[in-house]
């Protein structure tokens, strides 16, 4: 998996994937921003990457998904780096067959083993740095 982050400007920067399929990422103020931060779209990342799992799962049980929706809060340290300490998830699942405690089993299961964003939190990742004068 590749993707390129390109400098727009100071605060602003499109990320794009394999597929040529493109992001804005904004860190501006509120009165300027027009994009997510990189803390929203790892937020929306972990939603995203859990949801697909929990509806996937739920469908191969032959339940009935008529709407699902996850809102996703997080806290950050005041201090740099200020990583996330904590995350929050609400799934709110429209279903006339599921129980709570079947969608929660499911989402246990799914941020436990099989979320690959939620796993990546858990982990120590390993960064390289390369430097090129074009000049």
Excluded: W
């Excluded at 998904?65 to 709110?92: A, L, Q």
């Amino acid at each position: 998996m590749k993707n390129i982050t390109r400098y727009v400007s100071d605060f602003v920067y499109e990320g794009q994937n394999e597929n040529g399929d493109l992001v804005n990422i904004d860190m501006r103020g509120p009165d300027e921003k027009k994009g997510h931060s990189p803390t929203e779209l790892l937020l929306s990342a972990v939603s995203a990457c859990a949801a697909v799992d929990i509806v996937l799962t739920l469908k191969k049980k032959r339940k009935i998904v008529k709407d699902f929706v996850v809102e996703t809060d997080g806290d950050r340290n005041e201090d740099h780096p200020r990583s996330f300490t904590r995350i929050h998830s609400k799934y709110i699942l429209t279903s006339p067959d599921t129980k709570p405690e079947e969608l929660m089993k499911i989402t246990g299961l799914v941020l436990d083993k099989y979320c690959s964003v939620a796993s990546s939190l858990n982990v120590k990742v390993d960064f390289s740095v390369e430097i090129r004068d074009t000049e």
